[in-house]
């Protein structure tokens, strides 16, 4: 990547607070969450489940439906543009074309109604204004690229008459085949065996191109090694850590981000125990005053259990929410 | 854990044998058609598990995996084979022999909600099997107590019922309830695939806790490799149906010789490991997993091997016992089998 790209965000999220008003009262699902992106930047977004991974992706293209959910945010930038003023034409505009998300379920981007040629085609229409045959063609040519075989005879296929990791194959080309700015991609293997997932990741490397930038949630750690150049690492609704992968990966702060790597099962040539985290994630009903990560962490102090943390610095694009860092910085 | 390994040393008779054993699934063709045609789900397995020890049982999803697990509980029947636990015939088994044995064989299954009856408390759940065998020696809130105890739970969860609990305290009832009639041998199928990792971790961990404790033997099956590596003591590999290499652990993770195996490790992305991102591409398997109605004919991996030859397309590879493991490959051992 060159400096020149390094220097304008694609996107800019600041102080993104998302809320659901439920039958049991109002949820916070993402907390005073800042980021960016550069272009051409893969981002991976880490956590486990229910830490508002999903709600802070979807508040990007505004997909957070409302009611029940609220979106407040300093900022959204994206390309400049803020996000948060623009018109629902506008939007439909972005999520068309400059962004493009990719999802765990095939079956919530491919309609079961109609032949997979159809629909890609459609959308290319709608947003390269192509002319009706080219559109074909071109479509024709991305099941291709993405590994299709025949796919002249696939183009008429239903969604339901192929496999789970074709479906995969095929949402992939979609989302790629309008040359997005921004993909966001939300668990987009977690359903499929490694042998497909290392498939797919390999396409969308492949298939991306330089200029666009990703931003990968995924539980999995493995992946984001694999795929981001750079690391978010969520807890409970907020963002705790932020690095280089080689800084979250060698060099944790946050002791969430180092339990987590702990945990991690890893190919082993002799069984033993794990270093578990102990306890569980709060419920978003149940998040404790201050650092929300103090009931599990080993090094928690009177303080994090009145205040939260903010971020310290401690390496160049290297951030952690803990106390333990206010003494070292 | 030495002595632990040691109980898989052939001089100990196996608890668990498995030899050419078939589960297989009708399915219907046409409408009219009178000639039936089969899932081969499991396709002629052989397998021993010795007691005190973990096999992990690892493959693609739709190798056959869970069918194998449930035939050997007796939820399905076997086409053939043979099926032995502590060299009692299961496969020849009456339902009312198979009753004792409900208390010695246990299973744990991927999603603990659905497997707990959302009406019964935790005490009434996990007392459940003791009540039924007439186990019963103090009061049910005493049992309940030692056995939340013994997975970490805490006495007062005996009163609240499953919904009240997060993935993981459900999956530690599961397992209170399994071990509740001192079981030897325990099917767990995919019993951490749903847990987040911090409280996967948890999980496996208690297993290997109560293993060591009650010297128990674990079928651990399971689609994720690195999860497998860190509980069994020997794994088998398995595709379409069939096991295509099995060893100890440091054999297969540490010198797999199946070119299923090798592509299996070679997808699994490994933190820090540098040949991710930007730097070269490891060996990948090309197209699915085909169907289980109509393997492909001679070796089954053959149509995704990178290495496959002539022969591989013709003959089904024969057992082969080489460097310290079984493998059904026809790069291995004689070529006439
Ligand atoms: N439509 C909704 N209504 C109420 N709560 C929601 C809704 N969507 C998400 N949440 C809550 O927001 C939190 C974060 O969810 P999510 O972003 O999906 O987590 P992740 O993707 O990290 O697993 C969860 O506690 C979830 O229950
Ligand atoms: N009850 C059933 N009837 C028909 N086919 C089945 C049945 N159960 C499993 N199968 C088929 O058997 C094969 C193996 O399935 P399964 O044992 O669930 O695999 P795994 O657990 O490895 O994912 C699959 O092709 C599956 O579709
Ligand atoms: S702020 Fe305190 S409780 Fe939170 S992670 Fe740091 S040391 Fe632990
Ligand atoms: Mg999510
Ligand atoms: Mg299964």
């Known amino acids: 990547m060159t400096e020149q790209k390094k220097q304008n965000p694609l996107l800019s999220v600041r102080n993104l607070t998302v809320q659901f008003e439920t039958d049991d009262g109002l949820v916070t699902a993402a907390d005073q969450v800042s980021f960016h992106l550069m272009k051409g930047e893969n981002v991976g977004l880490v956590g486990e489940s229910g830490c508002g991974k999903s709600v802070t992706a979807l508040s990007i293209p505004r997909l957070i439906p409302s009611p029940p959910g609220r979106i407040a945010a300093d900022e959204i930038l994206f390309d400049g543009q803020d996000i948060l003023s623009m018109t629902s034409k506008e939007m439909r505009q972005i999520r068309g074309r400059a962004v493009s998300m990719i999802f765990q379920e095939p079956s919530s981007a491919l309609s079961p109604l109609h032949r997979i040629g159809r629909q890609m085609t459609e959308a290319l229409l709608l947003h390269r204004k192509l002319p009706e045959k080219e559109a074909w063609q071109v479509a024709q040519q991305w099941l291709a690229k993405v590994g299709i075989a025949d796919s002249p005879e696939r183009m008429y296929a239903y969604p339901f008459q192929l496999s789970g990791g074709m479906q995969q194959r095929i949402m992939i080309a979609m989302a790629l085949m309008l040359s997005p700015r921004l993909i966001i991609a939300d668990e987009p293997t977690t359903a499929l065996d490694v042998t497909t997932q290392a498939q797919v990741f390999d396409l969308i490397r492949d298939m991306k191109q330089d200029d666009t930038s990703m931003l990968l949630i995924t539980h999995d750690m493995g992946v984001v090694w694999e795929m981001c150049e750079r690391i978010l690492v969520m807890y409970a609704s907020q963002i705790v850590e ?35 985290i102990p306890g569980q994630v709060p419920s978003p009903f149940h998040y404790p005053e201050g650092c929300h990560f103090q ?29 333990l860092l206010a003494s070292e910085s | 854990m030495k002595n632990r390994m040691k109980t898989s040393e052939k001089e100990t008779p196996p608890l668990v044998r498995i030899r050419d054993l078939k589960t297989w ?50 939820l399905e029947s076997a086409h053939s084979g043979e099926m032995f636990f502590d060299g009692i015939a299961l496969h020849a088994i009456r339902a009312k022999a198979m009753t004792p044995l409900r208390q010695r064989i246990q299973v744990i299954f991927q999603d603990p909600l659905s497997s707990l009856n959302s009406r019964m408390t935790i005490m009434d759940i996990v007392t459940e099997g003791l009540v039924r065998f007439k186990k019963i020696s103090t009061s049910k809130a005493d049992h309940a107590r030692r056995l939340l105890d013994e997975v970490g739970l805490p006495p007062d969860a005996m009163h609240r019922f499953p919904h009240e609990f997060s993935g993981g305290q459900r999956q530690r009832i599961n397992i209170a309830r399994a071990i509740s009639l001192r079981p030897e041998f325990i099917v767990c199928d995919e019993a951490v695939s749903a847990l987040d990792v911090s409280v996967q971790a948890q999980v496996l961990n208690l297993l290997m806790t109560l293993q060591e404790r009650h010297q128990l033997s674990y079928l651990f099956i399971s689609h994720d490799l690195s999860v497998v590596s860190n509980i069994a003591d020997r794994i088998a590999v398995m595709y379409l149906g069939r096991i295509v290499e099995s060893g100890t652990t440091a054999d297969i993770i540490g010198n797999p010789l199946h070119p299923y195996t090798k592509a299996l490790i070679s997808a699994v992305p490994v933190p820090g490991n540098n040949t991710g991102n930007n730097t070269g591409r490891r060996m990948r398997l090309q197209g699915e997993i085909p169907s289980a109605s109509a393997p492909p004919a001679g070796c089954r991996f053959h149509p995704r091997c990178p290495e496959a030859t002539a022969v591989c397309r013709e003959k089904p590879p024969e057992r082969t016992v080489t460097e310290g493991r079984e493998i059904w490959c026809h790069l291995y051992g004689a070529s006439d089998g």
Do not use: W
């Open chain 1, 295 to 323: 009931a599990r962490c080993p090094f928690a102090m009177k303080q994090c259990r009145e205040s939260q943390p903010r971020f310290y610095e401690c390496g160049p694009d290297h951030q952690a929410a803990c106390f």
């Open chain 2, 25 to 74: 699934f009708p399915v219907k063709r046409g409408l009219f058609s009178r000639t039936k045609d089969y899932v081969r789900a499991v396709d002629g397995i052989t397998l021993a598990i010795y007691p005190g020890e973990t096999v992990g049982l690892v493959g693609e999803s739709g190798c056959g995996k869970t069918t194998l697990g449930r035939t050997l509980l007796g």
């Open chain 1, 242 to 276: 932020t690095g280089s992968r080689d800084a979250i990966f060698k060099n944790p702060k946050h002791p969430y981000t180092a339990g987590l790597l702990k945990a991690i099962p890893k190919l082993t040539t002799s069984r033993g125990k794990l270093k578990d």
